[in-house]
């Protein structure tokens, strides 16, 4: 199973941006699907989360209201819409996929097991 995340760049304060990330190998509409952040010199943090049947949606409460995932099964494509854009949002956003069994949380990072290579959102005052 493979990730490919894509859509980052420069943004000024107050916009927005789409990152997608496509998955190729496994069976994509069994995977729950999740995007964390790495600042530098901090710890990669959750941002956003779906569940396998996209029933279940988790935010980060730093990006709620601002941020929205989505999922499209035919596409294999998971995406995060990122709008209202703060300094402190900067970071490499990551795309992860796993099957989450035996009720790992959707936030942790640690319950999945592909990661994406990650992609820049850099965004200016």
């Known amino acids: 199973v493979q990730l490919q995340a894509f859509g980052g760049g420069l943004v000024q304060a107050g916009g927005s941006l789409r990152v997608s990330c496509v998955v190729s190998g496994g069976t994509f509409s069994r995977y729950a699907l999740g995007w964390f952040r790495q600042a530098p010199g901090k710890e990669r943090e959750f941002v956003a989360a779906?569940?396998?049947?996209?029933?279940?949606?988790y935010y980060a409460d730093s990006v709620k209201g601002r941020f929205t995932i989505s999922r499209d099964n035919a596409k294999n494509t998971v995406y995060l819409q990122m709008n209202s854009l703060k300094p402190e949002d900067t970071a490499v956003y990551y795309c992860?996929?796993?099957?989450?069994?035996?009720?790992?949380?959707?936030?942790?990072?640690?319950?999945?097991?592909?990661w994406g290579q990650g992609t820049l959102v850099t965004v200016s005052s």
């Open positions: 992860a996929a796993g099957l989450l069994t035996g009720g790992l949380s959707l936030q942790i990072p640690r319950s999945y097991d592909y």
């Open positions: 779906i569940s396998w049947s996209g029933g279940r949606i």
